[in-house]
């Protein structure tokens, strides 16, 4: 595993004595959340867990909650990833030994998971006891156009709520069980992703109060929760001053941000991007480095109408950007709390901080 020792690791103490930003880590097992904190990192600013529906031994049930015909097809197939999904913040949450963890909720494009060959249809039909004529025409009905655009984020976990509810409750057990056997001290982030109206918050934030405080009693130990959201969405950004009515914390996603302002796929944009930027038509890659004339902007705003409503309200930054220097470097001069990056780029986002701090100063 890698150390911060000799000069590199003389160096990280010196930054960390001047930066003022926290910088967290996008960590979704507990190998990358070791390696990270091993890197200097101070709680995980995402934790995302499409990654984790599609190991083997759970697409199958994961399958078969979407294609389900009801809401109890539905919770039976999610009964079945219950105990693995509580296992893996079990996991992540002993690695980051207390330190805030910040777990999205699923935000998956929905074709990602639909099965498309027969031999996969045909066995989860067998499972399923329905024909596989009415289960392809399942996967038809389900398929989109734009999925980036479409059934994902909080738009999922509003229509199809068990799966929300089954996450929470996996976050909560963790939580709880660790309370109460291994003297943790964890307060889970629940965050919700893509979030455009606050109407959405409200409701999800009214069934994710409902499951924590289930399970808190289930298990008589005092656990606390936090929930937010991420802006990724332009209406977000515009709103926030009313999203932070429901929301405790922020986490700007400016992966989903950036594509968004610019109307700009992200998965096909390395067809003419670098055109742009060789020509002078951009200066740099905005997925790389954060364009702090647009994005920013809409970054900046969210921070004075979040904080507006809601002064004490959390922010962090959880896209690419949370680790390259430019970009971090702008976060500290907009008073973010803590940038969020990938974890090898923890140092230098940590030696961004400190540079940036120092500016400031002169
Ligand atoms: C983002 O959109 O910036 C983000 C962090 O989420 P994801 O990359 O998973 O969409
Ligand atoms: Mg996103």
Redesign the pocket.
Same mark, same amino acid.
């Given at each position: 595993p890698p150390q911060l020792t000799g000069d590199f690791g003389t160096l990280m103490e010196w930054v960390d004595r001047f930066r003022k930003l926290k910088v967290r880590t996008n960590a979704d097992t507990p190998n990358d959340s070791r390696v990270a904190r091993e890197f200097g990192a101070e709680g995980i600013g995402?934790c995302?867990t499409e990654h984790m529906f599609f190991e083997a031994d759970r697409i199958a049930a994961v399958r078969e909650m979407i294609l389900a015909e009801d809401v109890e097809g539905r919770k039976k197939a999610l009964a079945k990833i219950l105990p693995m999904q509580k296992g893996d913040f079990v996991g992540i949450f002993r690695e980051m030994k207390g330190l805030p963890v910040t777990i999205r909720l699923l935000?998956p494009p929905l074709h990602e998971f639909l099965p498309h060959e027969d031999k996969d249809i045909d066995a989860l039909a067998k499972t399923m006891g329905v024909t596989p004529q009415s289960l392809r025409a399942k996967v038809d009905y389900l398929h989109e156009f734009n999925p980036m655009l479409g059934h994902r984020g909080c738009r999922l976990g509003l229509t199809f709520p068990e799966i929300y509810d089954m996450q929470v409750q996996a976050i909560m057990e963790a939580a709880c069980e660790l309370t109460k056997n291994e003297g943790f001290s964890i307060v889970p982030e629940i965050m919700i992703p893509l979030v455009g109206v606050v109407t959405e918050l409200a409701r999800l934030r009214e069934n994710t109060v409902r499951v924590c405080e289930e399970v808190v009693a289930a298990y008589g130990v005092k656990v606390e929760y936090l929930i937010g959201t991420?802006i990724?969405l332009p209406r977000a950004a515009l709103t926030a001053d009313e999203i932070a009515r429901e929301a405790e914390f922020f986490s700007f @996603?400016?992966?989903?941000?950036t594509q968004t302002t610019f109307g700009l796929s992200r998965d096909d944009a390395g067809k003419f991007l670098p055109f742009y930027v060789e020509t002078g038509l951009l200066e740099d890659d905005p997925f790389v480095s954060l364009d702090q004339n647009g994005v920013g902007l809409l970054v900046k705003m969210a921070v004075e109408k979040g904080r507006a409503t809601r002064p004490g309200i959390k922010l962090g930054i959880? @896209?690419e950007h949370g680790g390259d220097p430019s970009s971090v470097i702008f976060c500290h001069q907009i008073g973010l709390d803590y940038v969020s990056c990938s974890p090898f780029r923890v140092p230098i986002a940590r030696l961004a901080a400190a540079h940036a701090a120092l500016e400031e100063g002169k």
């Open positions: 995402l995302r935000d991420m990724e @996603g400016t992966n989903d941000l959880c @896209g």
